[in-house]
């Protein structure tokens, strides 16, 4: 299926691994030219190599902090200069820390508005115009499982990527005559550092070891397994693609089937 991403210029922000990193390399496999961002300016470049050696396309880089007004500019610029315009944009963010809600203090809530919140409204803010002027454009947005069903301990990610959804499917309305989509799409457990933080983290929590976290996870997921970050990657360069142009304010789950709701 030929996706109609060749020469599209894309976004892709906490890509120098992980999720961020699969999206970035299905995009710079279908031809898309991909500028990825992230705060650690030796691990980005790094990661930009790694897609250039892979892939063999346009692969740019930009160390900035998207919780800054000035990393959101500083990202958003370099597209801009780079490539001229950005028709595609998937903000991605590091899962804020797990915890339950006493020991979460709202400086800690405030941190994570800044990381997960004001970073995806603001670059969308930057981004959009031209999209909506050239009439096409995708926004795509990394939340969680934990919008449609919240898991014990993640206070922070449940309740701050649900405002995010609720953003996503406001903006899709306002934007959809424009010929600009803006979905969100939810990874299930993925071999992920930040899914092998969590196991261990409950492990440490409940005395048990980071084997059997990990076996009571696959046993609550239907196709007994945790998910690889390609196959994450390559539902996310769907829904950015030209293919998936009449699919707009949606919330996709890539995740085994493991949410047992009906939306």
Same mark, same amino acid.
């Given at each position: 299926m030929d996706l109609g991403l060749k020469?599209?210029?894309?976004?892709?922000?906490?890509?120098? =691994?992980?999720?961020?990193?699969?999206?970035?390399?299905?995009?710079?496999?279908?031809?898309?030219?991909?500028m990825i961002c992230a705060r650690d300016a030796?691990?980005?470049?790094?990661?930009?190599?790694?897609?250039?050696?892979?892939?063999?396309?346009?692969?740019?880089?930009?160390?900035?902090?998207?919780?800054?007004?000035?990393?959101?500019?500083?990202?958003?610029?370099?597209?801009?200069?780079?490539?001229? +315009?950005?028709?595609?944009?998937?903000n991605n963010t590091g899962g804020p820390p797990s915890g339950p809600f006493e020991k979460l203090s709202w400086d800690l809530w405030q941190r994570e508005v800044d990381n997960l919140? =004001?970073?995806?409204?603001?670059?969308?803010?930057?981004?959009?115009?031209?999209?909506?002027?050239r009439k096409w454009g995708?926004?795509? &947005?990394?939340?969680?499982?934990?919008v449609k069903q919240p898991v014990d301990g993640l206070m922070l990610s449940n309740s701050l990527r649900a405002a995010i959804t609720g953003f996503a499917r406001t903006l899709a309305t306002e934007v959809a005559r424009d010929g600009v989509t803006v979905n969100c799409i939810l990874?299930?457990?993925?071999?992920?550092?930040?899914?092998? +933080?969590?196991?261990?983290?409950?492990?440490? =929590?409940?005395?048990?070891?980071?084997?059997?976290? &990990?076996?009571?996870?696959?046993?609550q997921i239907p196709m007994r397994r945790i998910g690889e970050p390609r196959e994450f990657?390559?539902?996310?360069?769907?829904?950015?693609?030209?293919r998936a142009s009449y699919v707009t304010g949606q919330s996709v789950a890539v995740d085994g089937g493991w949410i047992r709701g009906l939306y």
């Open positions: 020469d599209k210029a894309a976004i892709v922000s906490a890509a120098s =691994r992980g999720l961020g990193y699969a999206v970035a390399r299905e995009l710079a496999a279908e031809g898309a030219r991909v030796e691990r980005v470049e790094a990661a930009r190599a790694a897609l250039v050696a892979e892939t063999g396309a346009d692969v740019r880089a930009v160390a900035a902090d998207l919780a800054t007004t000035e990393g959101i500019a500083a990202v958003a610029s370099a597209a801009e200069r780079a490539f001229g +315009q950005v028709d595609i944009l998937v919140l =004001r970073g995806t409204v603001e670059l969308t803010r930057r981004v959009l115009p031209g999209m909506r002027e995708r926004i795509l &947005n990394v939340t969680s499982i934990t990874p299930g457990f993925t071999k992920t550092e930040r899914v092998e +933080q969590l196991s261990a983290a409950t492990a440490e =929590r409940e005395g048990l070891t980071v084997a059997e976290v &990990n076996a009571r996870t696959e046993a990657g390559a539902m996310a360069a769907f829904l950015v693609s030209e």
